[in-house]
């Protein structure tokens, strides 16, 4: 038989999506199996908030009945309406979720992918975005001898020759930093912590878990309001933002959350997450028969080799000013060093940060951490 390429939306098919992975990466140690029903709830519509903004069409590689790839098609109607200059706008669809087993299976998924795009009326495609910008951005292109981190994308190395063989431009490239937190900063950072410790003005405090709802609000406007001009932003919606809440709130713990107030008025956060794929890489994808136990017992007080900060934001007005760096350097030292008292931890990862965001950069650079994983997004015209 030969190769069928089909668009699927059954509950069975949404299944065989989920667990072709599972079979491609059985051989690679430093993949983490997700687990089936956070896969699952991420391509189905009634359960994943981004669909009440965006559109999806998954597709599935089959040779012989034999699944040997998938991919995703999808259209943010949010996307569409940012500035062009920032990545998305206008006729700008995407695709991710591509997984093939040979590079002419790549070829016709991805052929696949753009031809429903073009139906829908978009001009140009950007990807890999696993589904949502605020989910997996970007193709593994640097960083394969460790295992990704909380939700960061893992990829095969080939698959980078496999889209730039398809007329694939690079667009953008995000980078995540690992540090060893069991050291203390060099003595500039001290320095600036403890100036901004003598200020009077400012308070960094913990987030209060009792009250979820009210703190997500505060760092959600701060991170509306940092983000804003950065590439591939699109605003989080109130679904999105009540299933971020659902999946993170197990692993929120109050002193690994941060907001800094200026005058009483909250300015920046930096939330930092422990690394949950050190606890359910063992799983192997479900949580039955005991699974669940071993998270359960995992969640009430983790220990960790890693944490990592997945965001961070200062508000707009004072990013140009020293006191962002500031604010930044107050959060990490009193995060790091709950890490390390308080959950075991050794290792950080920042990111990701986008490659031309020098501020970010600079803070990631000076306080002694390097560039372990490079990510990058692709394009080109339909």
Do not use: C
Not at 50 to 77: N, P
Not at 153 to 158: N, R, S, T
Not at 254 to 276: Q, S, W
């Amino acid at each position: 038989m030969p190769l069928a390429i089909r668009p699927i939306s059954s509950k069975a098919d949404r299944k065989r999506f989920v667990d072709l992975p599972f079979r491609l990466y059985a051989d690679d140690p430093h993949w983490v199996p997700p687990l089936k029903g956070e896969a699952l709830g991420l391509i189905t519509p009634e359960k994943n908030g981004w669909y009440s903004h965006a559109k999806a069409q998954l597709f599935l590689a089959e040779d012989g009945g034999r699944v040997v790839g998938r991919i995703s098609a999808h259209i943010d109607t949010l996307a569409l309406t940012m500035p062009a200059a920032q990545g998305f706008g206008p006729g700008v669809g995407q695709w991710g979720l591509m997984e093939a087993e040979r590079p002419d299976v790549f070829r016709a998924l991805l052929a696949t992918a753009e031809g429903w795009l073009r139906e829908q009326g978009m001009t140009h495609a950007l990807g890999p975005i696993s589904q949502s910008i605020w989910e997996e951005p970007g193709l593994l292109i640097d960083g394969f001898d460790h295992p990704p981190t909380i939700m960061m994308g893992h990829a095969k190395a080939e698959y980078r020759g496999w889209i730039e063989a398809a007329g694939y431009a690079p667009v953008k490239r995000m980078m995540t930093y690992d540090l060893d937190i069991t050291q203390e900063f060099p003595p500039i950072v001290k320095r600036i912590i403890k100036s901004g410790e003598a200020n009077k003005r400012i308070v960094v405090r913990e987030v209060n878990k009792k009250k979820f709802e009210e703190e997500a609000a505060i760092i959600l406007a701060i991170l509306n309001d940092a983000w804003s001009s950065n590439w591939g932003f699109v605003p989080l919606t109130p679904p999105e933002i009540k299933d971020v809440g659902v999946k993170l709130k197990p692993i929120v713990f109050n002193d690994l959350i941060r907001i800094a107030e200026l005058d009483g008025k909250p300015v920046a956060f930096m939330i930092t997450l422990p690394d949950l794929n050190e606890a359910i890489k063992p799983l192997h994808g479900s949580l039955l028969p005991f699974g669940w136990a071993k998270l359960l017992l995992w969640l009430r007080a983790p220990k960790v080799r890693t944490v990592r900060v997945p965001l961070m934001g200062v508000v707009k007005e004072l990013q140009a000013s020293r006191m962002a760096s500031q604010l930044a350097f107050m959060m990490i030292e009193y995060i790091r060093e709950a890490s390390v008292r308080v959950y075991g931890a050794s290792r950080g990862e920042i990111g990701w940060i986008l490659e031309g965001n020098q501020g970010m950069r600079s803070i990631a650079e000076t306080i002694e951490s390097r560039v372990n994983k490079v990510y990058q997004v692709y394009g080109r015209d339909l």
